[in-house]
T-cell receptor, first 111, second 112 residues
Framework: GESVGLHLPTLSVQEGDNSIINCAYS??????FIWYKQESGKGPQFIID?????DKRQGQRVTVLLNKTVKHLSLQIAATQPGDSAVYFC??????????FGKGTTLSVSS | EAQVTQNPRYLITVTGKKLTVTCSQN?????MSWYRQDPGLGLRQIYY???????DKGDVPEGYKVSRKEKRNFPLILESPSPNQTSLYFC???????????FGPGTRLTVL
């Protein structure tokens, strides 16, 4: 069954605001997590990943936070832009051979 | 240019007519995978391959077959397509399962 989920299917923000997209996972054995962005009509595109030995990782305008205690993952996007409008997926690897994807959160950015 | 290509991009077919969706990557990746994407269900893995001649089932393998005879190619075969296989299909590749997966552009399949 589905064990990677997102708290909200949709998120609407104003341009310039910071966005936070959340993801919960249930398997404490998961050791690798990854965020993807999917724009309309395109395949998913890698944003950032994090391994279980880390709590935080930063990229350009994005930060991923991992809280293993409560099995929670979040993606923070700073100064959200209209081009950030997309569906965002989290995925986990449980130390095995497959990535399990969540159902996705649709981020809408209005200017 | 590093990329994953899929063909065809769009396909409309009828129930029971065998079809193959090709996938090719030029990054010398060992890991390749097929996903289907359906509204409200996200991405679900169909099959994956850790290397040449090594394939295994994902979460939703029923009705599909794959092969990995060469490192760069990972075709998805539907021996007898049914309407419930109407979906958007993505192929992906990566160095390993815990590395960034590169996705193809997708194949939209409709089975009538």
């Amino acid at each position: 069954g589905e064990s990677v989920g997102l708290h909200l299917p949709t998120l609407s923000v104003q341009e310039g605001d910071n966005s936070i997209i959340n993801c919960a996972y249930s398997n404490s054995a998961s050791d690798y997590f990854i965020w993807y962005k999917q724009e309309s009509g395109k395949g998913p595109q890698f944003i950032i990943d994090i391994r279980s030995n880390m709590d935080k990782r930063q990229g350009q305008r994005v930060t991923v936070l991992l809280n293993k205690t409560v099995k929670h993952l979040s993606l923070q996007i700073a100064a959200t832009q209209p081009g950030d409008s997309a569906v965002y997926f989290c995925a986990e690897n449980r130390g095995g051979t497959a990535l399990i994807f969540g159902k996705g959160t649709t981020l809408s950015v209005s200017s | 240019e590093a990329q994953v290509t899929q063909n065809p991009r769009y396909l409309i077919t009828v129930t029971g007519k065998k079809l193959t969706v090709t996938c090719s990557q030029n990054m010398n990746h060992e890991y390749m995978s097929w996903y289907r994407q359906d509204p409200g269900l996200g991405l679900r893995q169909i099959y994956y391959s850790m290397n040449v001649e090594v394939t295994d089932k994902g979460d939703v393998p029923e009705g599909y077959k794959v092969s990995r005879k060469e490192k760069r190619n990972f075709p998805l075969i539907l021996e007898s397509p049914s309407p419930n296989q109407t979906s958007l299909y993505f192929c992906a590749s990566s160095l390993g399962v815990t590395n960034e997966q590169f996705f193809g552009p997708g194949t939209r399949l409709t089975v009538l």
